[in-house]
């Protein structure tokens, strides 16, 4: 079972030339050693205790982000995600369970620059969105109203 999120719309801008600065902060952050936020892993067996992020081939997420490919590490979250002519990423969109992707963009949010809000929705009705603005991750949940007539 997961709980299913859409991502409704995204304003977003990362220069092709940040991709490696926000990889190699991944990278020396502890993103993939510190085994506290991922929420995947091996619970009894010969690999108990085993950790990853949720739905994230961890080699491959390693591979992507000593290579610099920020787009490729987006993609291991589940994330599809377009480009500019320059190769600046300026969408994103997402509709699947949720896994740790949230852990991925707190971890980003450092290393980024300018401000990015992503709006979500999840199977219940829920809304929020994040936003990240001077290297900081905030989740915002809507509140939604009605006039009276």
Known sequence: MGYYVTLNSCKISIPESDFPRICQ???????LT??????GGCYGGPDDGKRW???????????HLKSNDLSAVLEDFDFDVM?????????????SKTGNEEELFDAMAPAMTG???LYWSGECGA???WLIKD???????AVITYPED
């Open 135 to 141: 290297g900081e991750l905030r989740v915002i949940d």
């Open 83 to 95: 480009h500019d002519t320059d190769g600046a990423i300026v969408d994103l969109c997402y509709d």
């Open 25 to 31: 902060h991944l990278l020396t952050t502890g993103f």
């Open 34 to 39: 510190n085994t506290d936020s991922m929420s």
């Open 127 to 129: 809304q929020w969105k």
């Open 53 to 63: 992020y949720s739905w994230v081939d961890m080699a491959a997420l390693e591979k």
């Open 115 to 117: 401000i990015a809000e």
